[in-house]
């Protein structure tokens, strides 16, 4: 889905392309054990109905066909999901097929989680009109009539779990009943993952549920409002001040014991031009009674070059100065 996205994102389909359905993308020519979507030969198809078919009732049918769409052939399209999924970083992940279903694949849970905190940053919309989704309904054009199938998603938190909007179930003997699963409340998300469930799916939903819960109960996200970082002199540079931005973004999860006496001590480095965008020039301590609670990375929001001559001549003394009448710490 996240390729299928990256196609659409890029220009290389649209949601909207229909796509020709053969024999060879029907329920009887699909690895036995697939869940299907229930695509039929002779018929068409948009490629977002596809996705869907592809999210919600994890049909392979769909992912086989998405994958010949997009790469031409499914071995191709491995290629490309591996490559991806170095692109990444993510180096303990590797597809033999597109649908999960050969106990071959492998990846872990970290990795997982990983991925599926970039698919959400990278496709925010994915959430809203794909997973979070607990059916939907896609037409089959057909040259004389319309089939309408009805899909239904494998997440049942979707509709017992409050802020739950995604993501993917999965299953195979070899490795057990997988979830992936996110929710968010207020500005709190949290992405779950948990593998080799030997139960069911219903101690899958409980196993999800209960950590959910937890993670909600103990943690909360809190915005740090960019005003409190100030500003900081980058000398002999062609600006004198730069506002820097935290790493990755202004909102930080704590645990809910912390908050209620938490406070923050912002420290600066001293810097020099040139800066590039991106350097770290501080950080962000939130400190909670003596504990230091959390450790932010405050980064340079854009380039700095050196000044003119003028500049760098007037900065020499007024550091001169500066450091003559510093007061010692």
């Known amino acids: ?55 919600l009732p994890s049909g392979n049918d769909a992912v086989y066909l998405i994958a010949e769409t997009l790469a031409g052939s499914i071995e191709q399209f491995v290629v490309l999901m591996n490559r991806e999924a170095q692109l990444l970083g993510l180096h303990q992940t590797h597809f033999i097929e597109p649908t999960g279903l050969s106990e071959k694949n492998f990846s872990n849970a970290y990795e997982l989680a990983q991925f599926a905190v970039y698919y959400i940053k990278a496709h925010p919309y994915a959430l809203k009109e794909l997973h979070n989704l607990p059916s939907a309904t896609v037409q089959l054009y057909g040259s004389k009539n319309t089939k309408t199938l009805t899909l239904k998603s494998t997440n049942d938190l979707l509709l017992s779990f409050e802020g739950c909007d995604g993501l993917k179930t999965g299953y195979i003997r070899e490795s057990g009943y997988n979830f992936i699963t996110t929710a968010q409340r207020g500005n709190t998300r949290f992405v779950l993952v948990t593998l080799g469930g030997k139960n069911g799916t219903l101690e899958r939903t409980k196993t999800a549920e209960s950590l959910l819960n937890w993670a909600f109960s103990n943690w909360e996200t809190i915005e740090f409002p960019r005003d409190k970082l100030g500003k900081v002199r980058v000398w002999y540079g062609k600006e004198q001040y730069i506002k820097p931005i935290m790493n990755p973004s202004q909102f930080v999860t704590i645990e809910k014991v912390y908050k209620a006496n938490l406070t923050y001590k912002v420290i600066y480095e001293e810097l020099t031009a040139p800066i590039t965008r991106g350097q770290q020039v501080g950080k962000l301590l939130l400190i909670s009674d003596t504990i230091i609670v959390k450790t932010i990375p405050l980064l340079a929001p854009e380039d700095i070059p050196q000044g003119n001559l003028v500049i760098r001549i007037r900065d020499f003394f007024l550091k001169f100065l500066y450091i003559l009448f510093k007061k010692p710490e």
Request: hydrophobic share 40%.
């Open 1 to 55: 889905l996240h390729l299928a996205y990256k196609a659409i994102e890029e220009g290389k389909i649209t949601k909207d392309t229909f796509i020709k359905i053969l024999p060879r993308h029907t329920g009887k020519n699909i690895p036995y054990g697939s869940s299907l979507m229930y695509l039929e030969a002779g018929y068409s198809i948009t490629f977002f109905d596809l996705m869907k078919g592809a999210a």
